[in-house]
């Protein structure tokens, strides 16, 4: 089975970018928002650059936890848990560390980080739409993501997070779709646990 992880996170969600929404206020309503949720469960839908989706439920909290747990049958896993961002492959037994600020994931896990510093609003064709591109100049080898937000009143700081798109430093694309969102619901620590995939028995 093909798979590329969710290390360069972006999202257009397939809106057409067209005139340019407007900029002024709304990257700090975006940066209130990311501060406001403390935590978020959601189901998603990735697709990769070759049209490949699979399915799962993403779960996740301030500061640095994050979960993508992968429908029935799909042997990988991704999980943050607090310190690193982990990319498990229970197939080949075999697991990738990455420190969560070295990932585009910080923007959404990190509630300190200033988004002004490295992010800014790109256009989109569709008014209730805000889409935020962040990237490291300095590092470009961290890959890009593109967040995508609607307003939504009922959501925290009046935006409800749609999804992104993540592109590495290889051009590749991935897709995360959200639906479902609940925010800032209490989550045990030991939701972030996972097993070590080289070690005999070992699963997701």
Known sequence: MTFRPLLALPLMLAIPIAAAAPATGTLAQVQDHLRSVESLTADFSQTDR????????????????????????VPFLIVGDGKALWFLDYSVRQKQRWPIGNSPLGVLLDPSKDATRFAKVVPSADPRAISVEARDPRHPEYGEI????????AAPGGLMLQGWVALDAQNNRTTIRLSHQQFNGAIADNAFRWRDPTVTGGRN
């Open 50 to 73: 070759n049209g490949k989706t699979l399915n799962g439920v993403l779960t996740l909290k301030k500061p640095g936890k994050i979960r993508f747990q992968y429908e029935k049958g």
């Open 146 to 153: 593109t967040l995508v937000f609607v307003r939504n009143t």
